[in-house]
């Protein structure tokens, strides 16, 4: 089965713990603090290839984490930093947050990586927490924890030529004989089940060719398997519309090239403005030629006549097709603002009076408070209330009418207001 589109997670390595660790050595008492700081987590990140040109690889790999940074250590050694995970995608995939559905990355261009998520910072070590006053402390910092993403891919061929039409009008024949791309081709209707990409030579230039599998009445709307793959001529520059011209399985050409025109834009007006190359395949089959007047009246140019299985107009379609590339704008990625993960807030906080008449501080400021000290000591308990009064905590509490001896609780601790 061709997959075009998945839902992975994604989490960036945590941070590595900074040390809390005491210089020691034969004959040296009371070493000076010499916890190292923690490594940066690893980041997770998405690059543009072009030797793949499906999602298979995510049907069953999901969860893709980058590896976590190291914890400090002493001698005031540095965690190693966690390695960055670099997904391999296909060229064209668009990749989305699926929560919001914002555009993270457009993996356009080959060889392009995009960072989805950037690994948690390291903790620093007590070493760092060292100052005139504090000689000797005892806590370090928590590496910041990351998230897990859920990211939903989905590939959007980038090909020049999207080759569209019903079903068994012989698009694949036509791409087998203009590139050397061997596409499946059968006498019956959908042969092609995921779309062939073909390059095509042409002076000494190339452009490329997407044949996707036939498109039916009610295909705007899911009807047959062409309402899955009109995504991969969105981003096409050019159509070109293959009609049986002789109109075997008693066809109506004109009907058809109607009718066809309708699902374009019923799935996406943009897809009927794209320009178009009207084509009358299986000439060899035809019998009756006011077909090529009754189409070029109701679509406004003249079609190409040809006739894939004896080669004939086969020059003259890569010539037109050539001719009209030139004259439009290359390829373009997407127009968007990208999105970008934001990491937890860290800033803000909240006091709340609970029943027993207790005051409760929580929010992420708290939380980061309480993940950065270790609050086993005199120190780090110091530290954490001159925290408080810096922060802002303290005076946000006498505002909301704290006096002494009122109980305040932060996560697991609890205490006495003192004024
Ligand atoms: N006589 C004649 N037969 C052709 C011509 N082009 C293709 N065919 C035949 O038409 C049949 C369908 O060709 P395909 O190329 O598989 O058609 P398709 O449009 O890709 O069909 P789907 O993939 O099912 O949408 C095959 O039997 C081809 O040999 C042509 O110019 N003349
Ligand atoms: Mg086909």
Same mark, same amino acid.
């Given at each position: 089965?061709?997959?075009?589109?998945?839902?992975?997670?994604?989490k960036?390595?945590?941070?590595?713990?900074?040390?809390? !660790?005491? #210089?020691?050595?034969?004959?040296?008492?009371?070493?000076?603090?010499?916890?190292?700081?923690?490594?940066?987590?690893?980041?997770?990140? &998405?690059?543009?290839?072009a030797?793949?040109?499906?999602?298979?690889?995510?049907?069953?790999?999901?969860?893709?984490?980058?590896?976590?940074?190291?914890?400090?250590?002493?001698? #005031?050694?540095?965690g190693?930093?966690?390695?960055?995970?670099?997904i391999?995608?296909?060229?064209?995939?668009? /990749?989305?947050? @699926?929560?919001?559905?914002?555009?993270i990355?457009d993996?356009?261009?080959?060889?392009?990586?995009?960072?989805?998520?950037?690994?948690?910072? +390291?903790?620093?070590?007590?070493?760092?927490?060292?100052? !005139?006053?504090?000689?000797?402390?005892?806590?370090?910092?928590?590496?910041?924890?990351? @998230?897990?993403?859920?990211?939903?891919? %989905? *590939?959007?061929?980038?090909?020049?030529?999207?080759?569209?039409?019903?079903?068994?009008?012989?698009?694949?024949?036509? *791409?087998?004989?203009?590139?050397?791309?061997?596409?499946?081709?059968?006498?019956?209707?959908?042969?092609?089940?995921?779309?062939?990409?073909?390059?095509?030579?042409?002076?000494?230039?190339?452009?490329?060719?997407?044949d996707?599998?036939?498109?039916?009445?009610?295909?705007? @709307?899911?009807?047959?398997?062409?309402?899955? &793959?009109?995504?991969?001529?969105?981003?096409?520059?050019?159509?070109?519309?293959?009609?049986?011209?002789?109109?075997?399985?008693?066809?109506?050409?004109?009907?058809?090239?109607k009718?066809?025109?309708?699902?374009?834009?019923?799935?996406?007006?943009?897809?009927?403005?794209?320009?178009?190359?009207?084509v009358?395949?299986?000439?060899?089959?035809?019998?009756?030629?006011?077909?090529?007047?009754?189409?070029?009246?109701?679509?406004?140019?003249?079609?190409?006549?040809?006739?894939? /299985?004896?080669?004939?107009?086969? @020059?003259? *379609?890569?010539?037109?097709? #050539?001719?009209?590339?030139?004259? *439009?704008?290359?390829?373009?990625?997407?127009?968007?603002?990208?999105?970008?993960?934001?990491?937890?807030?860290?800033?803000?906080?909240?006091?709340?009076?609970?029943?027993?008449?207790?005051?409760?501080? &929580?929010?992420?400021?708290?939380? %980061?408070l309480?993940?950065?000290?270790?609050?086993?000591?005199?120190?780090?308990?110091?530290?954490?209330?001159?925290?408080?009064?810096?922060?802002?905590?303290?005076?946000?509490?006498?505002?909301? +009418?704290?006096?002494? +001896?009122?109980t305040?609780?932060?996560?697991?601790?609890?205490?006495? #207001?003192?004024?």
């Open positions: 089965m061709f997959i075009d589109t998945a839902k992975i997670y994604i960036a390595g945590n941070g590595g713990n900074g040390c809390t !660790s005491f #210089y020691t050595e034969k004959y040296v008492n009371n070493g000076g603090p010499d916890g190292g700081n923690g490594g940066v987590g690893g980041r997770v990140g &998405f690059r543009a290839v030797n793949k040109n499906t999602l298979a690889d995510f049907k069953y790999a999901k969860h893709f984490r980058a590896e976590n940074g190291e914890n400090g250590k002493s001698r #005031y050694s540095a190693k930093k966690g390695k960055d995970l670099i391999d995608v296909p060229v064209g995939t668009v /990749v989305r947050d @699926e929560e919001t559905g914002g555009i990355a993996m356009f261009t080959e060889g392009t990586v995009v960072i989805a998520a950037e690994g948690g910072r +390291g903790g620093k070590g007590n070493a760092f927490f060292r100052n !005139s006053r504090r000689q000797a402390p005892h806590f370090s910092q928590a590496g910041e924890q990351t @998230e897990e993403h859920s990211v939903l891919l %989905e *590939l959007k061929t980038i090909a020049d030529v999207g080759l569209i039409g019903y079903p068994n009008v012989g698009k694949s024949t036509i *791409l087998s004989v203009i590139s050397s791309a061997r596409p499946k081709i059968a006498n019956y209707h959908f042969t092609t089940l995921s779309p062939n990409l073909g390059m095509v030579s042409v002076y000494d230039e190339s452009f490329s060719v997407a996707i599998p036939g498109l039916i009445d009610g295909a705007a @709307e899911g009807a047959g398997l062409g309402h899955d &793959f009109l995504r991969h001529i969105e981003r096409t520059r050019l159509l070109v519309h293959v009609i049986d011209g002789s109109g075997s399985e008693g066809r109506d050409p004109v009907e058809d090239y009718s066809i025109c309708r699902e374009l834009e019923n799935y996406n007006a943009e897809l009927i403005n794209k320009p178009q190359i009207v009358l395949n299986k000439a060899d089959l035809i019998t009756d030629f006011s077909v090529v007047d009754k189409i070029a009246s109701c679509s406004g140019k003249r079609p190409i006549l040809m006739s894939a /299985v004896i080669h004939s107009g086969v @020059e003259e *379609l890569i010539k037109t097709i #050539y001719a009209v590339l030139s004259e *439009l704008p290359p390829p373009q990625p997407m127009e968007y603002e990208p999105f970008v993960y934001e990491k937890p807030d860290k800033e803000s906080f909240d006091i709340v009076k609970n029943d027993d008449g207790e005051y409760e501080v &929580f929010g992420g400021l708290i939380d %980061e309480a993940r950065n000290v270790v609050l086993d000591s005199y120190d780090s308990m110091q530290y954490f209330q001159r925290q408080i009064r810096e922060r802002g905590i303290d005076k946000a509490l006498r505002k909301a +009418g704290v006096k002494t +001896g009122d305040v609780r932060m996560l697991d601790v609890e205490f006495e #207001y003192v004024e």
